[in-house]
């Protein structure tokens, strides 16, 4: 039986202190810790924007994707993503670590005495006994087949996909964002066309009225003119309800609620130039710079790395333990009660599990590896389209241009011929009907090619 002495007491004690020198300076050494969840290129806080940054100024775009890189709720859950991935590096990171614990316990047991045969006993049974223990122990893994390299490197990669994934749901916002902004130009654009055909419409029941009184026309013409302004002014009352709408989403786009005034401030805009777009260069920027394709790159390198990890498992590992303690039969145990030592472990056979387990990580990362390049040829004809939409988006606003200055002529000269009796008031109506036309199609087209402008910002993965 092994009795207590001052010499053993300090053998134990310096064993426990060596092992924890061992351990914890090979665990300050495993990998860094992550950097910190952030959304790249986010230029403001969660929070610094909102209601008051709309107040009593009109938004310009800069100024509007500000406010939703502070107040939109997607973002925030993007971040807390991050964050919650940046925790999973955490987790894979505590088994560079020692295990350290607090034991103690209370049991109370009789024992079967078992001696040689002839020996006699007076008793078959150890009585009743109680045993109390308290102890400290500490556990390190020396070596593990390359295990929490392969899990933290998982991790890590699953770290990198989140921010990925995050930047973008930034992008997606900001392009919404400027979806937005762009509809209430248009939407206000559109109505100030209207109102500019109202005006037109009064003014020609007015020239109308008087030609009538000079009897020059019937009163079939002014008829006409009261038609043709009544439906103008319909046309503004719809007008003016799009452009509620728009703010509503505008609103809604930023985060902030649909119901608050804000005001925008109208971009000027020259006239595009449709070949002034490189196709191939947005394709270059896409290919290096889409958020998506980094993930997804991430995630592969992560099924690796799993994979890794699933095969060291398999492998041999050492593992150190040591504890220091006490116990005796009171309540109060006073006999020291230590061990330290090594642990070898070996896994044999499976029933081929790790045969399995390693091919089935081969082939989900595999996976990966075959929906990243679908999703590559994705990104490639999404930049094709929005390049082609780009570049018929630019004709058509100068096609626009064109159009409505002929018929702004159109209207012009019909007037003056109604005006000296050598036209007819349907004249003056079908030109003005061809104005209304030239002002809507014109409308469409700013508004499309300022859309197509932001989306090849977004294929390439530039906002």
């Known amino acids: 039986m092994f009795e207590p002495s001052p010499r053993n007491s300090l053998l134990c004690r310096s064993l426990f202190a060596a092992l924890l020198l061992v351990t914890i300076p090979a665990a300050a050494s495993g990998p860094a810790s992550p950097p910190a969840a952030d959304l790249s290129r986010t230029p403001v806080p969660v929070g610094a924007a909102g209601p008051a940054a709309t107040a009593g100024k009109p938004l310009d775009l800069d100024a509007a994707v500000r406010i ?36 103690s316990r209370y049991r109370r047991f009789d024992t079967h005495v078992f001696l040689p045969a002839g020996v006699p006993a007076t008793e078959t049974t150890l009585g009743a006994t109680d045993d109390w223990s308290a102890g400290f122990k500490v556990g390190y893994s020396l070596y593990d087949s390359g295990v929490r390299r392969a899990e933290t490197a998982t991790a890590k990669a699953g770290l990198a996909a989140s921010r990925e994934d995050a930047q973008r749901v930034r992008q997606d916002v900001v392009f919404g964002v400027h979806e937005a902004f762009y509809r209430v130009v248009s939407a206000e654009a559109a109505r100030s066309a209207v109102a500019a055909r109202v005006d037109r419409a009064r003014d020609h029941l007015r020239l109308a009225e008087t030609l009538k009184d000079a009897g020059a026309v019937p009163q079939a013409d002014v008829l006409r003119a009261r038609v043709e302004l ?74 690796k790395h799993q994979k890794e990890a699933i095969a060291g498992s398999y492998g041999p590992r050492i593992r150190a333990e040591a504890s220091l303690g006490v116990r005796d039969e009171v309540a109060l145990p006073e006999d020291e009660d230590w061990s330290i030592g090594v642990a070898l472990q070996l896994p044999i056979f499976s029933g081929f599990a790790k045969t399995h387990r390693v091919e089935r990580a081969s082939l989900e990362a595999k ?32 096609r626009s241009a064109e159009l409505k200055a002929e018929a702004e002529q159109s209207v012009a000269f019909t007037r003056a011929r109604y005006e000296a009796g050598a036209g007819t008031i349907n004249d003056l109506l079908d030109a003005e009907s061809t104005l209304t036309q030239a002002d809507s199609t014109e409308v469409a087209s700013v508004l499309g090619y300022r859309l197509a402008t932001a989306l090849v910002l977004r294929v390439q993965g530039d906002l």
């Open 68 to 103: 939703a890189l502070a107040e939109n709720p997607l973002l925030r859950a993007a971040a807390e993503g991050v964050a919650a991935a940046g925790e999973t590096v955490g987790i894979a990171r505590a088994a560079y670590y020692p295990e350290v614990g607090l034991d």
């Open 230 to 303: 009544a439906d103008s002014e319909l046309a503004m009352v719809r007008a003016e309800g799009e452009v509620k709408t728009a703010y509503g989403d505008f609103n809604t786009a930023m985060g902030l609620p649909a119901a608050l005034p804000v005001t925008v401030e109208h971009p000027t805009m020259e006239v595009p130039n449709p070949g002034a777009h490189d196709p191939e260069e947005s394709l270059t920027r896409a290919l290096r710079q889409r958020p998506e394709l980094a993930a997804a790159r991430e995630r592969i390198a992560a099924a």
């Open 367 to 398: 996976i990966l590896e075959a929906e990243a390049e679908a999703l590559a040829n994705r990104v490639g004809q999404e930049v094709w389209a929005a390049a082609s939409e780009l570049a018929s988006a630019a004709e058509a606003v100068r």
